[in-house]
């Protein structure tokens, strides 16, 4: 199984970036799939989810009304669209997978290498 993150980038606050990720090596349409980040000296928190049942996707309040994730099942890919981005978004982006319906958890099975979104003042 592999996830391939991309899209990250240098952006100045206010601006927007959209992330990719590739999977392959599973059943994708099958699976939970959720983007997470994590800043230096900081927990790896989920920023978006979205079962593979579909429904409604999960935020935190930190990103509410300004990221979208979004899945892509036949190109096997997830989304995330980041607009009004703060410095306080500056992290390393994961994107990641987990069988199941549960979204708003740690616990996925497959993890990308990460992307880097910096967001300056």
């Known amino acids: 199984v592999q996830l391939q993150a991309s899209g990250g980038g240098l952006v100045q606050a206010g601006g927007s970036l959209r992330l990719s990720c590739a999977a392959s090596g599973l059943a994708f349409s099958r699976y939970t799939v959720g983007w997470f980040r994590q800043a230096p000296g900081k927990e790896r928190d989920l920023v978006a989810g979205?079962?593979?049942?579909?429904?409604?996707?999960y935020y935190p309040d930190s990103v509410k009304g300004r990221f979208t994730i979004s899945r892509d099942n036949a190109k096997k890919t997830v989304y995330l669209q980041m607009n009004s981005l703060k410095p306080e978004d500056t992290a390393v982006y994961y994107c990641?997978?987990?069988?199941?319906?549960?979204?708003?958890?740690?616990?996925?099975?497959?993890w990308g290498q990460g992307t880097l979104v910096t967001v300056s003042s």
């Open positions: 979205i079962a593979w049942t579909g429904g409604n996707a």
């Open positions: 990641a997978a987990r069988a199941g319906t549960l979204v708003a958890t740690k616990s996925y099975d497959y």
